[in-house]
């Protein structure tokens, strides 16, 4: 079936260290790809996406390029943050339903 | 207002209580769902309505009753429930059901159940 692997948090960094959060997944076919962010008392909202193969998806400095062959999605950015902080959701969308399917959630904590 | 609301934001209920859950979507958008994220589970899909009709039910139990009057609002109905199901309740919406749709979320519900 469909799933979503995400790397265990917390993922604790210092203020501009290099980030990178790892997601696998297995699909049949084409899946999208995604990336959510859930800032502290807040709902899920997009990062960046990525619908085919070698799509590089990009915001806020975050970038994740879809890997057919390794079936990734890495997640990853040059220099955080303590904005930065916060919960990240890889997710595929795939099925006939086009139902999102998604991983556990990685949190990442950012010190000055 | 923009985006996705939910109220109440914060609900504590005793099991034998009815309450309900409110999310409205100003984005003219097609699809509504419900989401319950609980601690360190991904995100478990509970019902999606597609131009007011519900699509999916992900086998959830009756105490949770969905109920969509129009394309802006969806509401979750919620009667005898468990401690179990204390967790944040997410609304989202989406243009339509396609595969490249970016689901929009609202702030969410946290419901504790005593």
């Known amino acids: 079936g469909n799933s979503v692997t995400q790397m265990e948090g917390p993922v604790t960094l210092s203020e501009e260290a290099f980030l990178t959060i790892n997601c696998t997944y297995t699909?049949?076919?084409?899946?999208?790809l995604f990336w959510y962010v859930q800032y502290p008392g807040e709902g899920l909202q997009l990062l960046l996406k990525a619908t085919k193969a070698d799509d590089k998806g990009s915001n806020k400095g975050f970038e994740a390029t879809y890997r057919k062959e390794t079936t990734s999605f890495h997640l990853e950015k040059g220099s955080v943050q303590v904005s930065d902080s916060a919960v990240y959701f890889c997710?595929?969308?795939?099925?006939?339903?086009?139902?999102?399917?998604w991983g556990a959630g990685t949190k990442l904590i950012i010190k000055p | 207002e923009t985006g996705v609301t939910q109220t109440p934001r914060h609900l504590v209920m005793g099991m034998t209580n009815k309450k309900s859950l409110k999310c409205e979507q100003h984005?003219?958008?097609?699809?509504m769902y419900w989401y319950k994220q609980s601690a360190k589970k991904p995100l478990e899909l509970m019902f999606v309505?597609?131009?007011?009709?519900?699509?999916e039910n992900n086998s959830v139990p009756s105490r949770f009753s969905p109920e969509c009057p129009n394309s802006s609002h969806l509401f979750l109905h919620l009667h005898t429930l468990q401690p179990e199901d204390s967790a944040l309740y997410l609304c989202?919406?989406?243009?339509?059901?396609?595969?490249?749709?970016?689901?929009?979320f609202g702030p969410g519900t946290r419901l504790t159940v005593l």
């Open positions: 997710a595929l969308s795939r099925g006939s339903n086009y139902q999102l399917i």
């Open positions: 309505y597609n131009f007011k009709e519900q699509t």
């Open positions: 989202a919406s989406s243009q339509d059901r396609r595969l490249t749709d970016t689901q929009y």
């Open positions: 984005l003219g958008h097609n699809a």
């Open positions: 699909a049949t076919g084409y899946p999208s």
